[in-house]
């Protein structure tokens, strides 16, 4: 599905993303690592949204090393970030509608899919999204991600914030949206513990350097320190 | 019927404020919409004038070909040099944020009012050229003519901008407005959509400044100052750009109050004409807009917008 060989990238000056290989297949993927350690830019990074600096980006069998963001987005991958996922002026179901222009299936269909996942944000379909609460607004940014029809989602820390009951609920909605829709998932995320409870491997970042890649299942707490260089 | 009620100065005056609802609706395209604050209407409008003038009075073209297909192709120079020129400076400006597109598209405006000034083979400098009219329709007749393009022009942009409202393509705009780096990721290209945005507001601000041309006469660099972008930009702003009648309404109760209502029907001396109207007009102009953005910062058709287009959307 998404093939990273080698990749650096950064931002004016400084290189984040160190060499980088990645394989992500249909699965759920998590990145681990502390603050700074690159995962938003590794993410952003897939994103097209952050140039490369060099190294080499595959999915789906193309090369998509060069393409321009709205590219990569529309061959099917969607993006959350870690901030700012929403468009505040618009309401809720205008943020949805954005979504909703690459694809062929109708909008009102990935809508109710949408609407299924998250009651929660169908209620809201008329407020404006700038007045959400940071929970709805990370829902809002996910279903909005979810109506492009993507093949494979990268999440950035979307519980980050949350009140726990709502952090289970999250968790619980990645692997549905994972095994429902057949959606691939990278997750970028600080909580080990869940994020090993969804994923089905897991690399840690250390200062954009990564890890051995780990199946989630035999990660053990040595492991995880390695990863971490605590 | 008799059209003795329509003074020359009264047509001149409605095809005026015409022009600047033509391009308050261009304006709300690019900055209502897509939040691209273009501070260089007149650049434009200014542009278009003078492509006009260069080659309809710089051109020698062969008596054989008439008066119109001169000017058709006239026409179609200064649509197309504006055109281009907005595309320029849209790419110019599109990693910009909103201060530098302000400094940006204003010095734009600055240097097409310079080029006008020192450019004197072809623009004729600070004393302008006379462009004469291609139609026939005696002196009333032919600025009625005028006035009725312009008046079409205005029926067409506002027609554009409603469809936009309603389109995915208007909420695709307000979301790049918003929010540009995760517009990016919607796949859509972005950056195409801005040039092109750029580059059809500016050709209609360019053909609207190479009509005004034909329609004054005249054409030189009093005409193309700051107070055009200005009454554009507070219709517009007074309007707001929730609505499609905001251009509409907002340069109506400006320019329209000011330059046909008061200059026309109010009885005031002749001598404040010259010096004394233009300086109230900016005075007002500027109170109001502060006004606004204090009271109704959505202009005065504000709120109303999202009621009803959310209505709309609830039901769809
Ligand atoms: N726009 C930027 N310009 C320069 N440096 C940046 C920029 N954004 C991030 N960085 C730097 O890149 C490094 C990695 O940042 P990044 O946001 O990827 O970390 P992260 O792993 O997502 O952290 P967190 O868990 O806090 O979100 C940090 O040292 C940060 O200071
Ligand atoms: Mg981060």
Same mark, same amino acid.
């Given at each position: 599905m998404l093939d990273a060989k080698g990749i650096c990238s950064g931002y004016r000056g400084v290189t984040v993303i160190k060499s980088l290989d990645l394989s992500v297949g249909r699965e759920v993927f998590a990145v681990l690592g502390a603050n700074g350690a690159g995962k938003s830019t590794l993410l952003a990074t897939l994103a097209r949204l952050i140039p490369l600096m060099s190294g080499e980006l595959w999915f789906q069998g193309e090369d998509i090393s060069r393409v321009p963001s709205w590219v990569s987005a529309a061959r099917g991958i969607g993006y959350v970030p870690q901030e700012k996922g929403i468009f505040p002026g618009l309401t809720v179901l205008e943020n949805l509608y954005v979504g909703a222009m690459i694809g062929s299936r109708s909008r009102e269909d990935r809508l109710d899919e949408v609407i299924e996942l998250f009651p929660d944000i169908g209620e809201r379909r008329n407020q404006l999204a700038g007045t959400l609460s940071g929970g709805e607004s990370r829902m809002v940014a996910c279903g909005r991600a979810l109506m492009q029809d993507p093949r494979l989602l990268l999440l950035d820390e979307p519980t980050a914030g949350l009140a726990p009951k709502y952090v289970d609920s999250f968790f619980d909605k990645i692997r549905e949206i994972h095994r429902t829709r057949d959606v691939s998932i990278i997750l970028a995320e600080q909580n080990a513990t869940k994020a090993l409870e969804v994923a089905d491997r897991v690399v840690v970042l250390s200062l954009g350097e990564a890890s051995a890649i780990m199946d989630a299942a035999d990660v053990t707490t040595e492991k995880l320190k390695e990863g971490y260089r605590i | 019927m008799s059209l003795d009620w329509l003074s020359a100065f009264l047509i001149y005056a409605l095809f005026t404020v015409a022009g600047t609802v033509g391009m308050a609706q261009f304006l709300h395209l690019q900055m209502g919409l897509a939040g691209i604050g273009n501070f260089g209407i007149v650049g434009f409008f200014g542009l278009g004038m003078y492509t006009y003038g260069v080659f309809i009075r710089r051109i020698p073209w062969p008596d054989a070909m008439g008066d119109i297909?001169?000017?058709?192709?006239?026409?179609?120079?200064?649509?197309?040099? &504006?055109?281009?020129?907005? @595309?320029?400076?849209?790419?110019?400006?599109?990693?910009?944020?909103g201060d530098g597109v302000l400094v940006g598209t204003l010095g734009f405006a600055t240097v097409v009012y310079s080029l006008a000034l020192s450019e004197k083979r072809w623009t004729g400098g600070a004393e302008g050229m006379a462009v004469t009219d291609p139609v026939g329709f005696g002196t009333k007749g032919n600025s009625l003519f005028w006035l009725g393009l312009m008046l079409l022009l205005v029926v067409a942009a506002t027609y554009y901008v409603a469809r936009v409202h309603r389109s995915p393509y208007g909420r695709l705009l307000v979301a790049i407005g918003q929010n540009e780096p995760l517009a990016r990721s919607l796949g859509k290209p972005t950056f195409g959509i801005?040039?092109?945005?750029?580059?059809?507001?500016?050709?209609? @601000?360019?053909?609207?400044?190479?009509?005004?041309?034909? @329609?004054?006469?005249?054409?030189?660099? &009093? %005409?193309?100052?700051? %107070?055009? &972008?200005?009454?554009? @930009?507070?219709g517009l702003v007074l309007g707001g750009s929730a609505r499609v009648w905001g251009a509409v309404v907002?340069?109506?109760?400006?320019?329209?109050?000011?330059?046909?209502?008061?200059?026309?029907?109010?009885?005031?001396?002749?001598?404040?004409?010259?010096?004394?109207?233009?300086?109230?007009? %900016?005075?007002?102009?500027?109170?109001?807009?502060?006004?606004?953005?204090?009271?109704?910062?959505?202009?005065?058709?504000?709120?109303?917008?999202?009621?009803?287009?959310?209505?709309?959307?609830?039901?769809?």
């Open positions: - | 297909l001169p000017f058709v192709i006239s026409m179609l120079a200064a649509v197309v040099v &504006t055109a281009l020129a907005g @595309m320029l400076i849209g790419w110019f400006i599109s990693d910009l944020d801005k040039l092109s945005l750029f580059a059809i507001g500016s050709a209609g @601000m360019g053909l609207i400044g190479a009509i005004f041309a034909v @329609m004054n006469h005249f054409i030189r660099p &009093t %005409e193309i100052g700051i %107070e055009v &972008t200005l009454a554009v @930009m507070v907002g340069v109506l109760l400006t320019a329209g109050l000011f330059d046909i209502v008061v200059q026309i029907y109010l009885p005031l001396p002749d001598s404040w004409y010259q010096i004394t109207l233009p300086v109230v007009r %900016e005075m007002v102009f500027g109170a109001m807009l502060i006004l606004v953005l204090l009271w109704r910062p959505l202009g005065v058709l504000g709120d109303m917008r999202r009621d009803k287009l959310v209505a709309r959307l609830g039901r769809g």
